[in-house]
């Protein structure tokens, strides 16, 4: 599967920006869906995950409240919509798959296979 993340862009601190990640082919319901992120000089972490049906989301601690993972299986296309957002979560946000059974949620790096390229969001203060 390859995957495209866009919606990128630059807001101010308590600003709203919703991301997404449009994937190819035609099996995208078969896939747990992630949002990875990294900032300059730091390792790239964890921000939210989705399961293949969507009835399971897992959210970093740093953004729970405040962003909002969803899918759309008919429309192949995964969203992040992130609200409150803060300087601190400027960064290069990635969204990456991986085939998995129902329910599954993934919250490591390491457990995806398909990454896309990276959306830069900058928030200024």
């Known amino acids: 599967v390859q995957l495209q993340a866009s919606g990128g862009g630059l807001m101010q601190a308590g600003g709203s920006l919703r991301l997404s990640c449009a994937a190819s082919?035609?099996?995208?319901?078969?896939?747990?869906m992630g949002w990875f992120r990294q900032a300059p000089g730091k390792e790239r972490e964890f921000v939210a995950a989705?399961?293949?049906?969507?009835?399971?989301?897992h959210y970093a601690d740093s953004v729970k409240g405040r962003f909002t993972i969803s899918r759309d299986n008919a429309k192949n296309t995964v969203y992040l919509q992130m609200d409150s957002l803060r300087p601190e979560d400027t960064a290069v946000y990635c969204c990456?798959?991986?085939?998995?059974?129902?329910?599954?949620?993934?919250?490591?790096?390491?457990?995806?296979?398909?990454w896309g390229q990276g959306t830069l969001v900058t928030v200024s203060s």
């Open positions: 082919g035609r099996t995208f319901s078969g896939y747990a």
């Open positions: 989705i399961s293949r049906g969507g009835g399971s989301t």
């Open positions: 990456a798959a991986v085939r998995a059974i129902q329910s599954t949620t993934i919250t490591t790096a390491r457990g995806y296979d398909y």
